[in-house]
């Protein structure tokens, strides 16, 4: 499975930015999708993840940040509003997929897009 990230940049406060991932390879089907961040000095951490219909998001985010997905182009969106310097970040996208030898993936990861929020 290969994931491409785009859509990173800088920002000031408050300002707003739309990440996408897009995935390609040989697998039956995408079962959820995900973004995580890493910032300076902090571990990963999962930002927004959606499964069929379903969202969740960590409390960070909440009512900020908005996932969603075309399933017809394999692909993620990520729409960021009121981005604080907190946000800033390397932004990885994530991907669980079914093979079709019915094998569960989950360590499938894009190359990471920066995000930075800074006045």
């Known amino acids: 499975v290969q994931l491409q990230a785009s859509g990173g940049g800088s920002v000031q406060p408050g300002g707003s930015l739309t990440l996408s991932c897009a995935a390609s390879?040989?697998?039956?089907?995408?079962?959820?999708m995900g973004w995580y961040r890493q910032g300076p000095g902090k571990q990963r951490e999962l930002v927004a993840t959606?499964?069929?219909?379903?969202?969740a998001y960590d409390d960070s985010v909440d009512g900020r940040f908005t996932i969603s997905r075309d399933t017809a182009k394999n692909t993620v969106y990520l729409q960021m509003n009121s981005l604080q310097p907190e946000d800033t970040a390397l932004y990885y996208c994530?991907?669980?997929?079914?093979?079709?030898?019915?094998?569960?993936?989950?360590?499938?990861w894009g190359q990471g897009t920066q995000v930075t929020v800074s006045s």
């Open positions: 959606i499964s069929g219909g379903a969202t």
């Open positions: 994530n991907a669980e997929v079914t093979t079709y030898l019915g094998v569960v993936r989950k360590d499938n």
């Open positions: 390879g040989n697998f039956f089907r995408i079962n959820s």
